[in-house]
Nanobody, 126 residues
Framework: VQLQASGGGLVQAGGSLRLSCAAS????????VGWFRQAPGKEREFVAA????????DYADSVEGRFTISRDNAKNTVYLQMNSLKPEDTAVYYC????????????????????WGQGTQVTVSS
């Protein structure tokens, strides 16, 4: 599956952005999708994940309550709605996918994902 992340940009602290991850090539509804981010000088970290059906979601503690992950399998797209953005959210955001044989699962670790998008830059100014 090929992934294309978009929607990044420059926003002031307290603002909002919505990232999109568009997929092609396989049956999208068979894949768990996650978002990760990497800030300058830091390791890439887990942000959020959504199960195949969209019924289960999981978030990093740092974004819980501010970010919402969702998916529209009819459009082969996963979204990351980011509200109340902080300067520490500044990073390149990547979407990733892995084929999941059963429903209800999400994954948190980079090595659990097989497919990665190219990343989209999010910059939050103070």
């Amino acid at each position: 599956v090929q992934l294309q992340a978009s929607g990044g940009g420059l926003v002031q602290a307290g603002g909002s952005l919505r990232l999109s991850c568009a997929a092609s090539g396989r049956t999208f509804s068979d894949y768990v999708v996650g978002w990760f981010r990497q800030a300058p000088g830091k390791e890439r970290e887990f942000v959020a994940a959504v199960s195949k059906s969209g019924g289960n979601t999981d978030y990093a503690d740092s974004v819980e309550g501010r970010f919402t992950i969702s998916r529209d399998n009819a459009k082969n797209t996963v979204y990351l709605q980011m509200n109340s953005l902080k300067p520490e959210d500044t990073a390149v955001y990547y979407c990733a996918a892995v084929h999941a044989p059963t429903t209800g699962f999400t994954f948190h670790r980079e090595y659990e994902y097989d497919y990665w998008g190219q990343g989209t830059q999010v910059t939050v100014s103070s």
